[in-house]
């Protein structure tokens, strides 16, 4: 409902979280969300996607970086290189997805294609049976795929690397991440134990992952000026409009 306007709120919203983001000394945010949502995406991740096609995915998401850089927050594009046809909750258990490559790179890759030039990505924990029987958090084949053919330059950090949909120990799964091609693990659960597991299996950033880590954090920006009651009360218009 929406319909053109879903950019424009989009980048009030995400400027206003930058705006808070700020307040609170946070500078990065893992957003916008990529993904494609379809008739079969599971309900954790379709009511979190912009939208069901890859050009009008693409604005929005567009529209959600540039909202947030705006605010001199960095922006985590995510869930690379698409979540959008996984029926199952990877936060639970690992999703299949058994589209063929050329169709994946026609719609749920498209819009990370086009939003290669972000700072920040995170991976998505699926397996696509055309590429890899590996996640592609831990398959190099997909971060192959990521770095190369999709165009992606920037770092990469692994979607919480403790979730149900990786099987293994949070040690041996970081390995597996870093050796892919990932640069930074995340990790989410706040388990003691796990953390330590975890920072010793990662290591410290070094070489091109360093190098990655540097120019990123260089495109930091102070935010914008910005009238937060104005843009508050244009975003609650917007709204009021499309759900008319």
Request: net charge negative; with cysteine.
């Given at each position: 409902?929406?319909g053109?306007?879903?950019?424009r709120?989009?980048?009030?919203r995400?400027?206003?979280?930058?705006?808070?983001?700020?307040?609170?000394?946070?500078?990065?945010?893992?957003?916008?969300?990529?993904?494609?949502?379809?008739?079969?995406?599971?309900?954790?991740?379709?009511?979190?996607?912009?939208?069901?096609?890859?050009?009008?995915?693409?604005?929005?998401?567009?529209?959600?970086?540039?909202?947030?850089?705006?605010?001199?927050?960095?922006?985590?594009?995510k869930?690379?290189p698409?979540?959008?046809?996984?029926?199952r909750?990877?936060?639970?258990?690992?999703?299949v997805?058994?589209?063929?490559?050329?169709?994946?790179h026609?719609t749920?890759?498209?819009?990370?294609?086009?939003?290669?030039?972000?700072?920040?990505?995170?991976?998505?924990?699926?397996?696509?049976?055309?590429?890899?029987?590996?996640?592609?958090t831990?398959?190099?084949?997909?971060?192959?795929?990521?770095?190369?053919?999709?165009?992606?330059?920037?770092?990469?950090m692994?979607?919480d690397?403790?979730?149900?949909?990786?099987?293994?120990d949070?040690?041996?799964?970081?390995?597996?991440a870093?050796?892919?091609?990932?640069?930074?693990?995340?990790?989410?659960?706040?388990?003691?134990?796990?953390?330590?597991?975890?920072?010793?299996?990662?290591?410290?950033?070094s070489?091109?992952?360093?190098m990655?880590?540097?120019?990123?954090l260089?495109?930091?920006?102070?935010?914008?000026?910005?009238?937060?009651?104005?843009?508050?009360?244009?975003?609650r218009?917007?709204?009021?409009?499309?759900?008319?």
């Amino acid at each position: 409902r929406a319909g053109a306007g879903a950019a424009r709120m989009l980048w009030l919203r995400y400027r206003l979280i930058a705006a808070e983001l700020r307040a609170l000394g946070i500078d990065g945010n893992c957003a916008p969300v990529a993904d494609i949502a379809g008739p079969r995406t599971h309900p954790f991740l379709r009511n979190r996607c912009y939208g069901t096609d890859p050009e009008g995915v693409e604005k929005n998401a567009r529209a959600v970086a540039e909202g947030l850089v705006a605010g001199g927050v960095l922006p985590v594009l995510k869930h690379i290189p698409g979540h959008g046809r996984a029926t199952r909750d990877s936060h639970a258990e690992l999703p299949v997805v058994e589209t063929g490559e050329a169709a994946l790179h026609a719609t749920d890759f498209a819009p990370f294609k086009a939003l290669a030039d972000l700072p920040f990505a995170m991976t998505a924990h699926v397996v696509y049976r055309a590429l890899d029987p590996e996640p592609a958090t831990i398959s190099a084949r997909v971060i192959g795929l990521i770095r190369k053919e999709l165009g992606f330059s920037g770092v990469l950090m692994t979607d919480d690397i403790s979730m149900g949909a990786l099987a293994g120990d949070v040690g041996s799964l970081s390995r597996s991440a870093r050796a892919a091609g990932c640069d930074i693990v995340l990790h989410c659960n706040g388990d003691l134990a796990e953390m330590e597991a975890v920072a010793a299996a990662a290591g410290t950033l070094s070489g091109d992952s360093e190098m990655r880590a540097t120019r990123a954090l260089a495109s930091r920006r102070p935010p914008e000026p910005l009238d937060i009651r104005a843009a508050e009360a244009e975003l609650r218009a917007l709204l009021a409009g499309s759900s008319g």
